[in-house]
């Protein structure tokens, strides 16, 4: 087995007590340091060494490897790894990042850079009398937004708050106003996100999370199977998935599709729905069974209010 890594120069956001808050890796790679030491970016990077006096920060150049199979270790490892995400290096559940949250300090996220959580008061004031102004926080956590370190191409975002580093947005990708894409998460073609993706989902070229659609970031099935949305589906408004499907497949708005839903298979032209064929007899089984299933409609009887699963017939689902 050959060993994934990652390299990266960065500029860090180093408190007067030795702490990092942040790392910003421009240009990440692949494998190990190059021959040249990326020597251009490390000038740039060096003439933005400072000392900010009202933030309590200095910014200072670092290298950093990272072994993508191992937890990250450090505060900049866990930042290149996130990079790496978001710089389309590597795909969402590629990358190790057992224990991230252990690893990021909480950080106050202002319009003057990041600032430490502990006694920001007395840091407002300081910035306050340096700018002339007030500060504004944007927020206080341990993930910065993706956009103030990483803007992939070819994408459109409504709402950057709402799009975390360590997220992974495909060439044609949409992010709606209302739309959220936690860490290690994302998109794999032209999708449209107006809802939730947690962590650890990815969606499928052409699909469609709807306007207050969720998908449950954990692992479901047992902890055998992870969400996910194949191609070309379609999850309804204010609908929820909390198993993985495959392609060409619906969720009927306001449904949350759990592993645990009892869903009644309904035959349609002789033809039961199933995964890989399973199912020979309209039958009732938990959601789990049907995971990965592919040209499936997932709706709510209106009259019985039983969770039914139709076969689609083939049919797509097309982006507006």
Not at 121 to 127: A, H, P, S
Not at 208 to 223: E, F
Not at 252 to 274: D, F, H, I, N, R
Request: glycine content about 14%; aromatic content about 4%.
């Amino acid at each position: 087995m050959t060993t994934r890594s990652a390299w990266g120069l960065g500029l860090a956001t180093v408190t007067d007590d030795g702490n990092t808050l942040d790392v910003w890796y421009p240009n990440p790679i692949l494998g190990d340091e190059p021959e040249d030491g990326h020597a251009e970016l490390l000038a740039t990077l060096t003439a933005m060494e400072r000392r900010d006096e009202a933030r309590g920060v200095r910014t200072t150049v670092v290298r950093t490897w990272a072994d993508l199979d191992d937890a990250p270790q450090t505060v900049s490892g866990a930042y290149l790894r996130l990079h790496v995400l978001s710089h389309r290096l590597a795909k969402p559940n590629t990358v190790n990042l057992d224990g991230i949250f252990s690893r990021l300090p909480n950080v106050v996220w202002t319009s003057a850079g990041p600032c430490p959580a502990e006694d920001f008061e007395t840091t407002r004031t300081r910035l306050r009398a340096a700018l002339g102004r007030p500060v504004q926080v944007n927020s206080v956590d341990k993930f910065p937004r993706m956009t103030d370190y990483v803007l992939p191409s070819g994408v459109r975002i409504g709402n950057a708050a709402n799009v975390r580093l360590g997220a992974y947005l495909a060439e044609g990708t949409t992010v709606m106003h209302a739309g959220f894409v936690n860490y290690n998460s994302g998109t794999l073609g032209r999708s449209m996100v107006e809802g939730r993706i947690s962590q650890g989902v990815i969606i499928g070229d052409g699909s469609d999370v709807g306007g207050g659609a969720s998908t449950m970031g954990m692992l479901s099935g047992g902890g055998r199977q992870r969400v996910a949305l194949g191609e070309r589906c379609l999850l309804g408004a204010n609908s929820g998935l909390g198993i993985p499907l495959g392609d060409d497949c619906v969720v009927e708005a306001g449904l949350y599709l759990t592993a645990g839903t009892k869903v009644s298979l309904m035959p349609q032209g002789g033809v039961v729905p199933g995964a890989h064929g399973l199912f020979k007899e309209p039958r009732v089984v938990s959601a789990r069974e049907l995971a990965g299933v592919s040209n499936v409609l997932f709706r709510r009887n209106s009259q019985s209010g039983a969770v039914e699963a139709l076969a689609r017939g083939g049919k797509s689902i097309e982006l507006g």
